[in-house]
């Protein structure tokens, strides 16, 4: 099994920055695209950026220019930075991705416990 451990968030103000980390362990075999997901109460949750194992990034209309997708493939660590927050992206984030615990296991969805963002004065 795959586990993924966010940390990172808080409370911070308006056009603030915030870096969010999410560390994977356990049995790890390979990692493909990692994500990052937010969610408010009352809607769904919404993809922020995904990046894949070669690098490539992608990102929601809502964060581009703010936010940046990273990550360490030699420590399975993704990292999302975000700068000059709004009020509108206080939300619980979660980090996303699909993983094999073997070579021959099969490919499984996996999400972190989130951590929370507030953007406030």
């Known amino acids: 099994q795959v586990q993924l451990v966010e940390s990172g968030g808080g409370l911070v103000q308006p056009g603030g920055s915030l870096r969010l980390s999410c560390a994977a362990s356990?049995?790890?075999?390979?990692?493909?695209?990692l994500d990052w997901y937010r969610q408010v109460p009352g809607k769904q949750r919404e993809l922020v950026a995904t990046?894949?194992?070669?690098?490539?990034?992608n990102y929601a209309d809502s964060v581009k220019g703010r936010f940046t997708i990273s990550r360490d493939n030699a420590k399975n660590t993704v990292y999302l930075q975000m700068n000059t927050l709004k009020v509108e992206d206080t939300a619980v984030y979660y980090c996303?991705?699909?993983?094999?615990?073997?070579?021959?296991?099969?490919?499984?969805?996996?999400w972190g416990q989130g951590t929370q963002v507030t953007v406030s004065s």
């Open positions: 996303h991705t699909e993983a094999r615990a073997s070579a021959l296991g099969s490919l499984k969805d996996y």
């Open positions: 356990g049995r790890i075999f390979s990692i493909y695209n």
């Open positions: 990046i894949t194992r070669g690098g490539s990034t």
